[in-house]
């Protein structure tokens, strides 16, 4: 977990890029969190933001 936003997106893209599966960069209470996307279920983080390495490579963002 990170406190800071612009390292945790950082990681959040970086992991995206080395799994190449989606990851959800996520806030849980006053910390940042970064998991596979498959591994969340909805409702249970406060979603920032969710980084798809095929859109990345695709051209889509």
């Known amino acids: 977990m990170a406190q800071d936003l612009t390292l945790a997106q950082r990681h959040a893209f970086a992991?995206?890029?080395t799994l190449m599966v989606p990851v959800t960069l996520f806030r849980s209470?006053?910390?940042f969190?970064?998991?596979p996307?498959?591994?969340l279920e909805d409702g249970e983080v406060e979603t920032i933001a969710d980084?798809?390495?095929w859109e990345i490579m695709c051209g889509s963002y």
């Open 33 to 35: 969190g970064v998991l």
């Open 51 to 53: 980084y798809d390495p």
């Open 29 to 31: 209470g006053d910390e």
């Open 15 to 17: 992991l995206s890029r």
């Open 37 to 39: 996307s498959d591994e």
